[in-house]
């Protein structure tokens, strides 16, 4: 499937739209892994149906949206990079232009060839959930969610005709007759919400002291299951910690018997990467030397396979063929990269990295033949200061060891 570059849309119209509306139709619910395009080739695995919003970014199968200081698209088509605006002559710096106005709004996503965020709508004094076109015209909102003080966690996944978020309500019971001893329940839940009549579902929920905390990570979909993780401050609760599936068509809840001490770190179709929690030894006054294990999630069987040791956890990234993975020194100011191939499973290292030049991959894509990987970094500038930024290197030159990092300016 030949697809086109975000930017091209903003210019382009609606037959296109509608074209690649018919193609996620064909493609609802199958991941691609096998799929072959017509040369044979192997075609990206990201799901078009599966659209992930983290703290700094959304993934998508066309580009990753970067939340900067105005809203940034790479593109894996055109291999470009540019401000979220489809106004011509626009120097995306006044309050009309979308990628700096959006940029105020929370969980901001490309699903389906339409933009969705929540805003905090200050006349009313509560959230929105939004939608509107990719150029940010036509902003309809899809549920009014003034019950929700607090929406988002960890992150948000779209999938289907719904997204699925964390979102905690506030309980005032009815203060005394001399106005004091209000007490605050907070009400924590994993929620679905659908994105066209803005009905909103818990799938787990539970009632907190007002000092008490819960999270769900919410991380992947596959085969037809929701996969996070629950953690909560209080002890006893009705749900024990630990990672969890929710059937999207029963709704079934399912504790599976994986820690919550696990963490993810890397997902794809039905393979996982999880790390035991690496903490800060400074923090927390742990050896350094710790050995952590990392392990392949196999999410159709559920077996964890445990794969290599490793001291401070770094960068990662789950690539065709392996999983490569970074290792901090001590103190975090340099590190190496290493490379596990699942066929002989022999650990090899391919690069070391520092402060001044650091990188820390966000996803792996296929444009043409080439798999590229793009993520977040550090470099220096012209004059010696290092400064943040996004940077593209094929998966080949990594492997190597290379540096010719491509940044995105
Ligand atoms: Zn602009």
Redesign the pocket.
């Known amino acids: 499937m030949k697809r086109k570059g975000i930017k091209r849309w903003l210019y382009s119209g609606w037959l296109l739209i509608c074209l690649v509306l018919i193609f996620a139709a064909c493609g609802r619910g199958n991941l691609k892994n096998e799929k072959l395009n017509e040369e044979g080739a192997k075609e990206s695995s990201l799901d078009e149906e599966l659209v992930k919003v983290e703290p700094g970014n959304c993934i998508t199968d066309q580009g990753v949206l970067f939340y900067d200081d105005?809203l940034h698209f790479y593109d894996f088509q055109t291999k470009t990079f540019y401000?979220l605006?489809g106004?011509p002559n626009?120097?995306?710096r006044d309050e009309?232009?979308?990628?700096?106005w959006l940029r105020n709004s929370f969980f901001v996503a490309i699903y389906k060839d339409s933009l969705y965020y929540v805003r905090y709508v200050e006349e009313q004094g509560f959230n929105c959930f939004c939608k509107a076109e990719i150029s940010g015209e036509g902003e309809t909102v899809i549920a009014e969610v003034p019950e929700y003080g607090m929406l988002g966690g960890s992150g948000v996944l779209f999938y289907g005709d719904k997204a699925y978020l964390m979102g905690t309500r506030f309980e005032y019971e009815d203060p005394e007759e001399d106005g004091t001893e209000e007490t605050v329940w907070q009400i924590v839940s994993l929620l679905s919400m659908n994105l066209q009549s803005g009905e909103i579902e818990p799938i787990m929920e539970l009632t907190l002291g007002d000092n008490g905390s819960a999270i769900w990570t919410i991380e992947h979909i596959y085969d037809g299951k929701l996969y996070f993780c629950f953690d909560s401050s209080e002890t006893k609760t009705e749900y024990e910690p630990g990672w969890y599936t929710c059937d999207l068509e029963s709704d079934e809840l399912k504790c599976l018997e994986i820690s919550e001490d696990l963490e993810v770190s890397a997902w794809d179709g039905n393979i996982a990467i999880c790390q035991e929690q690496s903490v800060d030894p400074v923090l927390n006054d742990e050896d350094p030397k710790t050995e952590k294990h990392c392990f392949r999630w196999n999410l159709d069987t559920g077996e964890l396979e445990e794969l290599y040791t490793f001291h401070l956890s770094g960068p990662h990234v789950l690539l065709e063929n392996g999983y490569a993975h970074g290792e901090w020194k001590e103190g975090y100011h340099e590190g190496s990269w290493s490379f596990y191939p699942w066929d002989t499973g022999e650990d090899r290292e391919i690069g070391t990295f520092t402060d001044s030049q650091s990188f820390f991959p966000v996803v792996v894509y296929q444009s043409g033949d080439d798999y590229e990987i793009v993520g977040d970094g550090t470099r220096e500038d012209e004059n010696g200061r290092i400064i943040d930024c996004h940077a593209v290197i094929s998966v080949e030159e990594f492997l190597n060891g290379g540096t010719g990092y491509r940044f995105l300016e």
């Open positions: 105005i401000p605006c106004r626009c120097t995306h009309e232009c979308t990628a700096v």
